[in-house]
């Protein structure tokens, strides 16, 4: 069958741990160009599944994404396959500036730093980079000095330079402003338009606005997939959020 070049097929994925299953025969696909949030109570089994395609998790079933198996692949391989991830704590260098962090992660890590303080100009993907996650008038903070949001967003731009293709993305909104929330919100769109991106939400709000589509977990299972007002309106979802 075709596949897209940068499409995530997962299929029958199964988790378990000591006998517990975590993830109990997820089905999901996620096209290019698609902004698809992963939603569903604690203990769902979102982080796991994200785990599971980052090779960080043992997994059963089939995880493919540019037409390569990923399942049994070590973690490293995986990242080289252009798959990224961020967590809920950004993970920048602090004592360094905002363009060094992006400079380390296009490749130039591998430089001394002193080098890398005389480079009179920076390559332009990471112009690109900065310009993408509105980071371009920071470029030259610390980047410890930055706020959470713009931490968050200098993450992303860590996997932009990178090249990531699939960036899996955990709550990359909590403990943002209103204004960092939609700002992030056309970001993530921005990206998803040329990568694709699966989000893990617990932000409704944000959910709503920004969402293409949604698949909802439950018990390790897809409870419900859509838009984000198909999954809302369905009593299943209602009654895993509300109903006691
Ligand atoms: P979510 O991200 O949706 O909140 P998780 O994927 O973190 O859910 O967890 C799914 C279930 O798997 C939970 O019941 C959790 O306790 C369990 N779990 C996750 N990781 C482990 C682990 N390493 N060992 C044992 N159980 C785990």
Redesign the pocket.
Known sequence: TEEPLHGLTISELRVS??G?T??DGVDLRVEPGDLRFLI??????????V?AVTGL?RATGSVRFGGRELLGRPVHRIARLGIGRTFQTATVFENLTVVQNLDIAAGAGRRPLTLLRQRRSVPSEVDEALTTVGLAPHAHRLAGTLSHGQKQWLEIGMLLVQNVELLLLDEPVAGMSHEERDATGALLRTVAAERTVVV?EHDMEFMRAFASSVTV?HA?RVLSEGSPAEVRADPRVQEVYLGH
């Open positions: 741990f000591d517990f975590a993830v569903g109570p604690n203990g769902a089994g979102k982080t796991t599944l785990d998790a893990i977990l390790g």
